[in-house]
C-alpha cells in the first residue's frame, strides 16, 4: 500500500561510486533532458513489478503532486511530466530504478514482488 506522503525523505547509506555515479546520472538529465528515457519510464501504463494497469491519483500531502500507483502490489512512482527542468538526484534514481525494474519484471510473466520490494 502507499505511504501517505511518497514525498516524504528516507536515508539511505551507498557506496560513493553509486552517489558518484547517480550525481552524473543527474547532470546528465539537467543536461540533456529526458527525451533519450524510455516510454515506460516516462510515461508507464503498466506496473513494472506485477504488469497490472497502474492507476493517477493526486496526492494533496505532497504538494498536488500527481502519482502512479498498482492497485495490485502498491508500486508507486511521480508521473514525471513536461520538461522536467532542475530534475533532483532523488528523481534520476527512481528513474533508473524504474527502468531496472521493468527490466528484471519484463519477461511477460505475472510476477510477484519479493518479501520487501512492493
Known amino acids: 500500500m502507499m505511504v501517505k506522503d511518497p514525498e516524504a525523505y528516507k536515508t539511505i547509506k551507498v557506496p560513493a561510486w553509486v552517489y558518484i555515479n547517480a550525481k552524473e546520472a543527474e547532470l546528465a538529465l539537467m543536461r540533456k533532458g529526458v527525451s533519450r528515457l524510455p516510454e515506460s519510464v516516462l510515461n508507464p501504463t503498466h506496473c513494472p513489478i506485477c504488469k497490472n494497469e497502474l492507476n493517477t491519483i493526486k496526492i494533496d500531502e ?13 508500486y508507486t512512482q511521480p508521473k514525471f511530466e513536461g520538461s522536467m527542468e532542475g530534475v533532483a538526484l532523488g528523481t534520476a534514481i527512481g528513474m533508473g530504478l524504474v ?12 510476477a510477484q514482488p519479493e518479501a520487501g520490494t512492493g
Open 62 to 74: 505532497s504538494g498536488g503532486k500527481t502519482y502512479l500507483l498498482c492497485p495490485n502490489c502498491g
Open 99 to 110: 527502468h531496472l525494474l521493468n527490466t528484471l519484471f519484463g519477461n511477460g510473466r505475472q
